[in-house]
């Protein structure tokens, strides 16, 4: 039966952040595929649209399902993810040097977005289940590890750097909070430092000259340094208050890369100026400050642990998107999250605020 305390406890903030957020990305994505004409990519503007139609009636379901379910379902939700993944390298579509999309009919997913979610819920099911106040020891650790490590290097085949990496920041993220024993925490920062030279030579040589030109864009200006270079071009020449909606001149002359994607940043940034990015930001903030209260405000160890790792999902994919346009990340190719167009992204971060809605909607149950 239909608890009327849903409504009353309904997050109407969380729900206008978004709407905000999302009108946001939606202006921005209209100057970057319509000022100055140089390529004909308005029909992505529709497909944005389509996609958050498609986002908004999974945020709904995300919702009213009561979030323990996925506590209930967490490892089939992960072992279905993570054979999408595995379906992806042997059906899966090519493009930009990768192999990372399904296509189904006139859809196109790309499953490592979704991946995400999914190691989230299996992880905040495991730590719910076994946290003590002495935090976990490396053997503790074990199964964790292997459930994020599965995933990882899927994703590492296909390949996408990015979006493995954040996969290991956000599972991170959710162990430090669920706390770890001293001893063994030395032993993982120990372990960390000796692999990465390890990691090092394991990159392959596009993903060296990411890195490297990260360090000084200016040893390849006209090939590996391109990006960065015209990106900060762009976000500098936006000063104050901006040169206006759809008069980035960087973006009118196709100057850009991905701009409508990874670089949308550097799209609002010369339009908006430097007062309207620290809007955006601030914005973005509250957004993060929001899911952290919900997961404070929350009695239950799934829902909390939950909430963090979807913060902390949306947090490190903005600190590392606006940091790559910046020049201050390499580019590893991590959409701003409701603003950089992509379907998959959009879909699964509207999935993961509905949960965010769930959590809060829910706190009465424990009151």
């Known amino acids: 039966m239909f608890d009327r305390r849903l409504v009353q406890y309904f997050d109407w903030g969380l729900l206008g952040l978004i709407v905000l957020i999302g009108s946001i990305g939606m202006i921005?994505?209209?100057?970057?595929?319509?000022?100055?004409?140089?390529?004909?990519?308005?029909?992505?503007?529709?497909?944005?649209?389509?996609?958050?139609?498609?986002?908004?009636?999974?945020?709904?379901?995300?919702?009213?399902?009561?979030?323990?379910?996925?506590?209930?379902?967490?490892?089939?939700?992960?072992?279905?993810?993570?054979?999408?993944?595995?379906?992806?390298?042997?059906?899966?579509?090519?493009?930009?040097?990768?192999?990372?999309?399904?296509?189904?009919?006139?859809?196109?997913?790309?499953?490592?977005?979704?991946?995400?979610?999914?190691?989230?819920?299996?992880?905040?099911?495991?730590?719910?289940?076994?946290?003590?106040?002495?935090?976990?020891?490396?053997?503790?650790?074990?199964?964790?590890?292997?459930?994020?490590?599965?995933?990882?290097?899927?994703?590492?085949?296909?390949?996408?750097?990015?979006?493995?990496?954040?996969?290991?920041?956000?599972?991170?993220?959710?162990?430090?909070?669920?706390?770890?024993?001293?001893?063994?925490?030395?032993?993982?920062?120990?372990?960390?430092?000796?692999?990465?030279?390890?990691?090092?030579?394991?990159?392959?040589?596009?993903?060296?000259?990411?890195?490297?030109?990260?360090?000084?864009?200016?040893?390849?200006p006209l090939g590996a340094g391109y990006h960065i270079i015209q990106s900060k071009i762009a976000i500098g020449s936006g000063m104050l208050t901006g040169k206006g909606f759809l008069k980035g001149t960087q973006n009118a002359l196709a100057f850009l890369p991905e701009q409508h994607t990874d670089f949308i940043f550097s799209v609002l940034a010369p339009e908006w100026g430097f007062a309207g990015v620290l809007f955006i930001l601030l914005v973005l903030l509250l957004l993060i400050v929001w899911g952290l209260r919900i997961a404070h405000g929350c009695r239950d160890s799934f829902g909390t642990i939950l909430a963090v790792g979807i913060t902390a999902m949306l947090f490190w994919q903005v600190f590392i998107n606006i940091g790559m346009v910046m020049g201050l990340m390499p580019v590893v190719g991590v959409p701003l999250p409701f603003i950089s167009y992509g379907g998959s992204s959009v879909v699964t971060m509207m999935i993961s605020v509905g949960i965010l809605m769930g959590i809060s909607m829910r706190r009465f149950m424990f009151e």
Not at 55 to 76: C, D, P, Q, S
Not at 77 to 105: K, N
Not at 146 to 162: C, E, N, Y
């Open 28 to 220: 921005a994505l209209y100057s970057a595929v319509t000022a100055g004409n140089a390529t004909p990519q308005q029909i992505l503007y529709t497909k944005q649209l389509i996609w958050y139609g498609v986002g908004l009636t999974g945020m709904i379901a995300a919702f009213v399902i009561n979030y323990k379910l996925l506590e209930r379902w967490a490892h089939v939700i992960y072992f279905l993810c993570v054979a999408l993944l595995v379906i992806v390298l042997i059906f899966g579509t090519f493009g930009g040097g990768s192999q990372r999309w399904l296509v189904l009919g006139p859809v196109s997913i790309q499953p490592s977005e979704i991946v995400k979610l999914a190691v989230i819920i299996v992880l905040a099911r495991y730590y719910s289940k076994l946290a003590t106040a002495r935090g976990f020891t490396l053997r503790d650790l074990a199964q964790p590890l292997i459930l994020t490590l599965i995933p990882f290097a899927l994703i590492v085949k296909q390949p996408d750097l990015g979006t493995a990496m954040l996969l290991l920041l956000i599972a991170g993220s959710v162990t430090v909070f669920v706390k770890i024993e001293r001893r063994s925490m030395a032993y993982i920062i120990l372990s960390g430092l000796i692999a990465v030279p390890l990691v090092w030579f394991s990159l392959k040589a596009y993903q060296k000259r990411r890195i490297l030109t990260f360090l000084d864009p200016d040893r390849d």
